[in-house]
């Protein structure tokens, strides 16, 4: 983390003439925080950069004690930066997934820094001309920040070329109506069909990957005429990638909305991962993007109008 925190600080002092405070916090020990409060009384802005997990962990702790301190020295939020909320993985691959890194690889900024970048979008809109920059290491539970919206940049909704979504809990309530018959029943919203007759109309791909196949989807999709429909997959990132590899396109060109764990890889590694307030943890934490409409009830919609904002 040390090293990938010195990289951004050198990248933003050569490009955009933005100066850091970078702390190592195994060089203070014991801890120092009167020197930190030094700098952060120059800098007003803060960011904790630690391995472990956002929430009841060290780096937790330090941003809790430096806002009570110099809560008048802030000019914004502290900014905290962890892993995923999940415990160590065993397979070194999936070591290295769970912890801060280098995200959206595709996502094209200069230099190559849309990997490091994209979870450090704040660097990229402060103000001011300092800023302090805190690291520390941990080697405890590899967590990742609750997701909640993380601000996206107008030019990366206009990257989006396929608008691909799951069925169950995004495009309905999540709920199914049996009948006696054997028949099943599905509600649908038509603030999401206009959307995405819209998206269509402007040359946004659609897709609809859901892991049960049903008649009543079947029936929705060919009345709005969605191309892509990828039903009874509960392997969503394969499907994702599969289709986004026929169609050409990057994973930054790709928005995928999803609710559930199921999802939740889709959504990472999706340029703009999008969810609903429902969705259940996994899907939110891999979220970048959660729609403040009801899942059934105008979510997708919300989703397309930001793509066409961006298009126009």
Not at 84 to 94: G, I, R, T, Y
Not at 97 to 115: A, F
Not at 134 to 151: E, Q
């Amino acid at each position: 983390m040390v090293h990938l925190a010195g990289e951004v600080c050198d990248y933003f002092a050569s490009e955009y003439e933005r100066a850091f405070d970078l702390w190592d916090l195994r060089a203070l020990s014991p801890l120092r925080l009167d020197a930190i409060k030094d700098s952060l009384a120059r800098t007003h802005r803060l960011i904790v950069l630690h391995e472990g997990r956002r929430t009841h962990g060290f780096g937790a702790e330090l941003v809790a004690s430096l806002t009570e301190e110099q809560f008048f020295s802030l000019e914004a939020p502290p900014l905290r930066l962890g892993a995923l909320d999940l415990p160590v993985p065993s397979p070194p691959n999936w070591r290295q997934l769970s912890g801060p890194r280098r995200r959206r690889q595709s996502r094209p900024l200069s230099g190559g820094w849309d990997e490091f970048l994209s979870d450090f979008r704040l660097l990229i809109f402060v103000p001011r001309v300092r800023m302090l920059f805190i690291t520390s290491l941990s080697s405890c539970l590899n967590r990742k920040p609750t997701s909640g919206n993380r601000k996206i940049a107008r030019a990366a909704w206009a990257r989006i070329r396929l608008f691909a979504m799951d069925v169950d809990g995004i495009l309905t309530d999540g709920t199914v109506t049996l009948h006696s018959d054997g028949t099943e029943a599905k509600t649908f919203s038509t603030l999401d069909g206009m959307g995405l007759v819209r998206c269509r109309n402007a040359g946004i791909a659609l897709a609809w990957i859901s892991g049960r196949a049903s008649v009543a989807t079947d029936l929705r999709a060919a009345e709005l005429k969605i191309p892509h429909v990828v039903q009874g997959r509960a392997d969503k990132l394969v499907a994702l990638q599969e289709l986004a590899e026929r169609l050409g396109l990057s994973a930054a060109e790709v928005c995928y909305m999803g609710d559930d764990d199921i999802d939740a890889p889709a959504l990472q590694w999706a340029g703009i991962g999008a969810t609903v307030s429902t969705a259940m943890p996994a899907a939110g934490a891999a979220a970048d993007y959660v729609a403040q409409r009801p899942a059934g009830r105008g979510a997708v919609r919300e989703v397309c109008d930001h793509i066409l904002a961006a298009s126009r």
